[in-house]
């Protein structure tokens, strides 16, 4: 069973920025894929990005294209999520997730099955 903790979140001011940590333990980090999700209030929770066990496949959603940028060291067991030019409308729990099974690419956001606990991030107009 992995275990996810987030860190790095915060209030913020439009257009600044912010970068999340999520450290891993309980299973072998390198084989799995990572991703981060959020959930802002009153809405269902979404994904954000996601990053393949190799670190070599990395998707978005369109709504932080261009603006966030995922990453991995496998050798902390850490992915991070660095996000810039923060909107009001990036106000949420942003969550860290692991995908269910070794090597996979990340693509389906159907796949991450264990959550961490979640870090706010709020940034202010």
């Known amino acids: 069973q992995v275990q996810l903790v987030e860190s790095g979140g915060g209030l913020v001011q439009a257009g600044g920025s912010l970068r999340l940590s999520c450290a891993a333990s309980g299973r072998t980090f390198s084989k799995y894929a990572m991703g981060w999700f959020r959930q802002a209030p009153g809405k269902e929770r979404e994904f954000v990005a996601a990053?393949?066990?190799?670190?070599?496949?990395?998707y978005y959603a369109d709504s932080v294209k261009g603006r966030f940028t995922i990453s991995r060291v496998n050798a902390k067991n850490t992915v991070y999520l660095q996000m810039n030019s923060l909107k009001p409308e990036d106000t949420a729990v942003y969550y860290c997730a692991a995908d269910r099974t070794e090597y996979g690419l990340g693509s389906d956001p159907t796949d991450f099955g264990s959550w961490g606990q979640g870090t706010q991030v709020t940034v202010s107009s």
């Open positions: 990053i393949s066990w190799s670190g070599r496949s990395i």
